[in-house]
């Protein structure tokens, strides 16, 4: 399975100290090495500048190749990157979270995860506590999702509740 990641899920995860779920549920992901340069900035989330610095096995930097897809231009470079990568490496999944980012994934073809999908799959495996992780997504980080968004997650993976 080919999958690429954007620098939102990598962080969100890395701040929950769950990134071992991508290589658990995908062995490999893929990065640009415009999400490294993201994660080095100094004000980026210390637990993602530790995990591009360690740099674990399961995760491979790699040079996007240039692409001439206007909508691009609209992106964050680590966006634009990801997916171009994605498209050249034909990935089954694109990681990402920004809506925009999202919007030009899905109108060139790439099927798109988040960070709310994966942590549903996870615990769908159950690899993790759902209303755990969705708590403490939202208590540590900036990341943001409807309450009604959450609940239809959570039903849809925990129906028996």
Same mark, same amino acid.
């Given at each position: 399975m080919?999958?690429?990641s @954007?620098?939102?899920v990598?962080?969100?995860?890395?701040?929950l100290?769950?990134a071992?779920?991508l290589?658990?549920?995908?062995?490999?992901?893929?990065?640009?090495r415009?999400?490294?340069?993201?994660?080095?900035?100094p004000?980026a989330?210390a637990p993602l500048?530790a995990?591009?610095?360690?740099?674990? @096995?399961?995760?491979?930097?790699?040079?996007?190749?240039?692409l001439d897809?206007p909508?691009l @231009?609209?992106?964050d470079?680590?966006?634009?990157?990801?997916i171009?990568?994605?498209?050249?490496?034909?990935?089954?999944?694109?990681?990402?979270?920004?809506r925009?980012?999202?919007?030009?994934a899905e109108?060139?073809?790439?099927r798109?995860?988040?960070?709310?999908g994966?942590?549903? @799959?996870?615990?769908?495996?159950e690899?993790l506590?759902f209303?755990?992780?969705?708590?403490q997504?939202?208590s540590?980080t900036?990341?943001?999702?409807?309450t009604?968004v959450?609940?239809?997650?959570?039903?849809r993976?925990l129906?028996q509740?």
């Amino acid at each position: 399975m080919i999958v690429v990641s @954007d620098t939102s899920v990598l962080c969100y995860l890395a701040i929950l100290d769950l990134a071992d779920i991508l290589k658990r549920r995908f062995e490999r992901v893929s990065i640009p090495r415009e999400v490294v340069t993201e994660a080095m900035f100094p004000r980026a989330p210390a637990p993602l500048q530790a995990l591009l610095q360690s740099l674990p @096995d399961w995760l491979i930097v790699e040079s996007a190749p240039p692409l001439d897809l206007p909508a691009l @231009d609209r992106l964050d470079r680590g966006e634009a990157a990801a997916i171009r990568l994605a498209i050249h490496q034909r990935a089954d999944f694109v990681l990402m979270d920004e809506r925009l980012g999202r919007c030009v994934a899905e109108q060139v073809g790439l099927r798109v995860v988040g960070t709310l999908g994966l942590i549903a @799959d996870a615990a769908e495996r159950e690899w993790l506590d759902f209303d755990v992780a969705i708590k403490q997504l939202l208590s540590k980080t900036n990341f943001r999702v409807s309450t009604k968004v959450v609940a239809e997650v959570r039903q849809r993976i925990l129906p028996q509740r």
